[in-house]
């Protein structure tokens, strides 16, 4: 039995040897190393290779990365007595040797938030004799001394060291970072002895304009160990040099820090000074009965002491003296400072880029503050900064303890005032580091604010206006607001409960006229999810405020104003009302209508957009009101978003829309045209997707003409907007259908390409000539059909709409044709009566016998002008047929023109020569018609020799007159024919006609 036993624990004992012997080797002391480094993957730490021998420890290529800081460590030595340090937590290194390695700090993110997990301290009271303070609970003393926190776990000492390596810091902004040759050379730290450390670095700048070249800093860090595993002393002397083009004989900077156990506590000092002079003195005592860190400090320190040391970054220039005290409890709660500093500053622009040129200030503070968590004491508190006279004053009126958590406020005096700010000539300038994109000049402001104490919380007023005289505003370096003058009133309310601010009376002049004026209104209550709510009014004066330069030439009125109230709540969900008025609009002394827009939108958890905004147009004479609503939601995205809306009303007047236009034109320049600005790099719905359906019921153009039933779709795409079935009644039995598409294609020198197709059946011609001019006939009166095809290509949307042609038929089977209106039948009238009664005369003659000439219709050249023109003033005709076309130039040729009457057929072609500005029934008109005639006309014109001899198959004959028409469609021209036709009548007298028939001729 004893056999197996012995063999049973031979082969433990080898297993445990093999085991130690597999410890004792590379592979798996490295194995078990990474196995470590993995249990703390915060630290992404990766190590080649470790061996730790009895008397020595050895690691190659390892790195390590934590919060941005990185360290790279080629190879680490040390030789100590592992099995001591493992079994008697004796760790005695007598050689220490880390080179090559490189600790980047440039991307080192500090840690934040190290008084998470502290516990609170005791409640107190600021003002005792007006609040009693509570009983003080324990409070667990985590600072204890310096000392205390370097005791050591294990019996430690350090015979030599040698550290070399690389420090990389990050560089000023805009510069590479900074890399600092660092040195550690020492050793001698023991029980009952003095470790001396010798500390060599150096910092070399590659770029030759800096105004530092070279810094270079050496010192000696000394420790005193009382006990194996305590310290007694500590002390860092360090001596600094920097020298470079700005600073060619060298500066030097000096600083002590030193830190001793003494009797009844500890000691600390910080020094810092430069040649024969101390720039910074901070002397501490944690005494051992008391569990607060107290002490003293003193600043005398100039911008050029320390510029050399602070690698290249930009200091303002300023002279700084001061002394005060500070203190703390054992917890680290509370801090308790009070001193009084006064400097001079230049050159703020270093560390604020907006202030600019703001002079020499100087600053004189004075502060008794402690700070407890969330809790702020003020005991004593003010801050003035003049240059040189005073321009800002911020004073305490007396203690008082804010809690910034809950917004509690305790004071001795509720009924005193607290606080006191007051501004006299203070630069308006000075805000502008708070206002992205926007530049103030010339502004001062004036005004007092006094806080004091309500309900537990805090109120601030103003006790005389704030006012800025002379203030101008420019965004993106364009002008926006010039030499105007802002005044108002404000009031704030802060207590547990809530907060309320309110801003009064706000008045916007220049050179003593409102501009405008405005009352706002905002506020909330504490707590998440809580709504934040504001109210507001605001009135404005069109003209004054569209003689500044935001609003420079967009607005051409005489007068008029703008009122607009709000309300809007702010919490998971958004809404927003708003009403705005626009009244006694005017231009050129003529009246504009005034409108009303009611605006009712909100904003879901979800993001989407809901709103409507009816608007009223309302005229006063003659009395009508349009109406018009727009209404959907809006999803939005990152570059764009879908909408869902519908545009219309019930009854709208285009006269109405044209006065409002007025409103909103500017006098435009000398070279301003329309489609003036440059191509498009993305068609002006990018990202935008959705649908506009119109449904509008009556759209008046004149008291004779309208569109009705208004219908139609708008929809956004990707790459094109489509125009789905817009249909319309045209008059009292016309229709309207139009449907097409805009693409955009970006490459093309005109990305925007129109296609579209209209028809028009039975549309009735005479309202719409009526409409454009009410004391003419209507040119052309019938009812026609239209079919044509729209293209169109453009830079942008203005010029495509201008750059639209095409080609039309129109076609009508009955009415009346003005536009050869000759009316010369008054300049002929007396001839025609003189021959009228010449006829008569003749005639009865002939009935005696005396005649030996037949009866005429025509007593006379003059009466058949007179008759002739009558006719083709209103040619009633059976049928008329034109093709319209319009080119590339924008001309319209209006092509194989047809008109056919019962005694007329009239056929031609022409042009309307564009004309920018001009409308289609303005622009110059050249028509020319060939006339074919029979029945009486025919008679007229054969009486005047005016009628070809040849009759076609039908019993036409062509007229010899010229038959040309200039002008407009609008107000033609045919002074030419009237000129033939006057010549006509005048060839033969009718005196001399009845004078032949008298004497039987």
Known sequence: MKAPWKKVLLGVVGLVLVGVLLLLTAPVQTWIARRLLAANPEYQAEVASVRVGLRSVAVNEAKAAFDGATLVLPRLEADLSVMTAATSRKVEISRFVARGWTLDLSGYAPARNLALGFPRGPEFSLVPAAFAAADAPPVEALFQGIFAQLQLPVDFSLDGTVLEGTLILPGPVGEPPVAVKVNVVGGGLKAGGEGQFVIDARADFAVDSAPVSLLAFDGN???VMDSPRTFAKLGLNLNAQASGRMFPQGVQLSAEVAAARISGGENYTITLQSVGKRLLDVQANFPENSPRLGGVWRLDM????????????????????????????????????????????????????????????????????????????????????????????????????????TGGLKVADPLAELLAIEARGLPAEWAEPFLDGIDLQGGLVNGRLVAAALDGGMTLRTTAPVRVTGLSVEQAHQLVLDQVDLSTELSAVYNPKGWQAALEKVDLSKRGQRLLSAALRIGGLHGSGQAVKATGRLEALLVPLGHQPLAAGLLALNSGGVVVDFSATASATHELQAKLLLKNLAVSERALPDVGVTLRASRDEQGIFRFSAPVVISHASPRRVSDLTLAGTVELAPSGGRIEATFGGNESFVE??????????????????????????????????????????????SEEFELRDVTGTVRFESGALHLDGLKAGAGESGTLNLQGAVKFEAAAAQPYDLHAAMTVKNFDSAPLFRALDPGLPPQVEGRFN????????????????????????????????????????????????????????????????????????????????????????????????????????????????????????????????????????????????????????????????????????????????????????????????????????????????LLNRLLGK
């Not at 034109?665 to 649908?691: E, L, R, V």
């Open 656 to 701: 109405d829309l044209q006065l409002l236009a007025l409103a909103l034109a500017s006098a435009p320049g000398a070279d301003d045209s329309a489609g003036s600005a440059g191509k498009d790099d993305a068609p002006f719905w990018q990202g935008w997707t959705g649908t506009v359906s119109l449904a509008q019921k009556r759209l008046h153009y």
């Open 786 to 993: 239209l079919d044509s095809a729209l293209v169109g290509r453009g830079r942008n949307p203005v010029e495509l709409l201008g750059q639209t042609r095409g080609d039309a038929r129109l076609s009508s089977a009955g009415g009346v044709f003005r536009l050869l209106s000759a009316d010369v039948a008054s300049k002929v009238e007396q001839a025609g009566k003189i021959a009228a009664v010449g006829a008569f005369i003749g005639n009865v003659a002939g009935a005696l016998g005396k005649g030996g000439k037949d009866a005429t219709s025509f007593a006379s050249k003059a009466q058949a002008v007179s008759e002739f023109s009558r006719l083709l003033t209103a040619i009633a005709y059976d049928q008329l047929t034109v093709e319209v076309v319009r080119d590339e130039q924008l001309n319209t040729a209006l092509r194989d023109f047809s008109l056919i009457a019962p005694e007329m057929r009239l056929t031609g072609a022409g042009t309307l020569t564009a004309v920018d500005g001009r409308d289609f029934l303005e622009q110059p008109l050249e028509l020319g018609l060939k006339l074919k005639a029979r029945g009486r006309t025919a008679s007229a014109l054969n009486f005047l020799h005016a009628l070809a001899p040849e009759q076609d198959a039908l019993g036409y004959a062509e007229c010899t007159l010229p038959l040309k028409v200039g002008g407009t469609l609008l107000q033609p021209d045919t002074s030419e024919l009237q000129g033939a036709l006057l010549k006509l009548a005048a060839e033969s007298s009718a005196a001399g006609d």
């Open 221 to 223: 860090l000394a420790a």
């Open 302 to 405: 100039r911008d050029t002491d320390v510029a050399p040391f602070v690698l290249g970054r930009p200091l303002p220039a300023f002279e700084a003296v001061g002394a005060g005290m500070f203190e703390t409890d054992a917890a680290l709660a509370e801090v308790h400072a009070a001193g009084r500093l006064k400097s001079t500053v230049q050159r703020l622009e270093a560390v604020i880029p907006g202030w600019v040129d703001l002079g020499t200030l100087t600053i004189y503070s004075e502060f008794d503050i402690t700070q407890r968590d969330q809790q702020t004491r003020v005991e004593k508190l003010t801050f003035d900064v003049a240059r040189p006279e005073p321009v800002l004053n911020l004073r305490a009126l007396q203690p008082f303890e804010f809690d910034t958590g």
